[in-house]
């Protein structure tokens, strides 16, 4: 059983489409972030929603707009994706006042923009 | 601000041979520490963690100790394993109401039979 699931795995598409990975978690945790690893393993977090409500927006540019329907869910979706979008997005989940820091990842979305 | 420095990679090695991977910190007041690994083709698992001076952590064959005068939790293995090929990713987790986790360049290790 998949603690923390994303899809789609792979995504290839061109410049300026829109697109969306959605991401769920059956760990009962009350946390979920989103982060990015660029082509030299460099991991960086976009975005974290505790019980829905964001409390981490780190500098991304307005086109990428995360939400949260439920705790177990964290979607992202993408306008007018650039080449620099490409990238693997993880997603990941924890429970905040217990364990803050001991995330659990997504097997990543590989995301190619031509 | 927070930030993690790791040694420069990529690291190879032969099966069995002795892993340091080092990993100094910057941090204002007294954040925990851990080492995420990231398997080819998979998402980050927690490897292990310590969270107060002194404090080492293990899992796996792999330590850390937590060292406050020199700001370092450098990873080691006795012996490592075709298996621990991975990269190894150090991590800072910041103090405050909504603090997230800083990690280090994340450094590969390959090890060759």
């Known amino acids: 059983d998949t603690a923390v699931s994303q899809t789609p795995k792979y995504l290839v598409t061109q410049m300026g489409n829109d697109k969306s990975i959605k991401c769920e978690q059956n760990l009962g945790h009350d946390t979920m972030y989103w982060y990015k690893q660029d082509s030299k393993k460099f991991l960086k977090i976009m975005f974290s929603y505790n019980n829905k409500e964001l409390i981490i927006n780190e500098t991304v540019p307005n086109r990428f707009s995360p939400k949260s329907p439920d705790k177990a869910h964290l979607n992202l979706h993408i306008n007018s994706l650039e080449l620099g979008d490409s990238a693997v997005y993880f997603c990941?989940?924890?429970?905040?006042?217990?364990?803050?820091?001991?995330?659990?990842f997504g097997p990543g979305t590989r995301l190619t923009v031509t | 601000g927070n930030s993690v420095t790791q040694m420069e990679g990529p690291v190879t090695l032969s099966e069995e041979a002795f892993l340091t991977i080092n990993c100094t910190y910057t941090?204002?007041?007294?954040?925990?520490l851990f080492w995420y690994v990231q398997y080819p083709g998979e998402g980050l698992q927690l490897l292990l963690k310590a969270t107060k001076a002194d404090d080492k952590g293990s899992n796996k064959g792999f330590e850390a100790t937590y060292r406050k005068e020199t700001t370092s939790f450098h990873l080691e293995k006795g012996s490592v394993q075709v298996s621990d090929s991975a990269v190894y990713f150090c991590?800072?987790?910041?103090?405050?109401?909504?603090?997230?986790?800083?990690f280090g360049k994340g450094i590969t290790l390959s090890v060759r039979p």
């Open positions: 941090a204002t007041g007294y954040p925990s």
């Open positions: 990941a989940s924890s429970q905040w006042i217990t364990s803050q820091y001991e995330q659990y």
């Open positions: 991590a800072l987790g910041g103090t405050g109401a909504n603090s997230k986790l800083t």
